[in-house]
């Protein structure tokens, strides 16, 4: 095989890895999030900016402000998760740019525009979104990742102006008819060129 990485992780972390639509009620725990955060923040960004931010939704009453901007066809499965995060982009990442980056200190005057800084903060936010979810598989649990969403009503409740929502992710171990059939993906060819 040209993979190095275990066949049965490869199926744990893409093959069989599904998109889930339901949980049980087993509880996602700190130590579960904090072992996943220690993993997926090794991931590369750029000029290792590192934004993304998570808020998780755990209390009862968070998740109904949260549900209520999520869309129609989210709002049960975002209702009933165990645990649900805010993936976030933190527009102001520079001025973490000092620890985050040492061996440049001039970094963070790259980033004196706010619209350079929430360009490069949603594309670096968005890999390290990846991830994440690839980080929750690797735990052994589902994530349920979900754009559809009132994105500016999501910021207004739980985030602030130097945050860009990127998503919501639902998370624990898969309920009851948790996956919708597999949807096919393209094959090499029609993605990859060589020039």
Known sequence: MSLVLDPAAQDLLFREARTA???????????QVQAIYDLVKYGPTSMNQSPLR???VRSAAA????????????????????LVAILSA???????????????????DFFGERST??????LNASLQA??????????????GPMTGLDFEGVRKEFLDDDHTPLMVVNIGKPGDDA??????RLE????????
Not at 21 to 31: A, G, H, L, Y
Not at 65 to 79: D, I, V, W, Y
């Open 130 to 143: 990846a991830y994440f979810i690839i980080g929750v598989r690797a735990a052994g649990l589902a994530a």
């Open 179 to 184: 996956w919708f059939p597999r949807s096919p």
């Open 117 to 122: 800084r929430e360009s490069a903060a949603v």
């Open 63 to 82: 998740r109904e402000r949260l549900t209520k901007h999520m869309a129609e066809g989210n709002q049960q499965k975002t209702a009933t998760a165990p």
């Open 90 to 108: 933190d527009n102001e990442f520079h001025e973490e740019l000092p620890q985050l980056f040492p061996h440049f200190p001039q970094a963070k």
């Open 188 to 195: 090499y060819e029609q993605v990859v060129t060589t020039v």
């Open 21 to 31: 639509n339901t949980f049980t009620d087993e509880p996602v725990t700190e130590e």
């Open 54 to 56: 998570v808020t998780l």
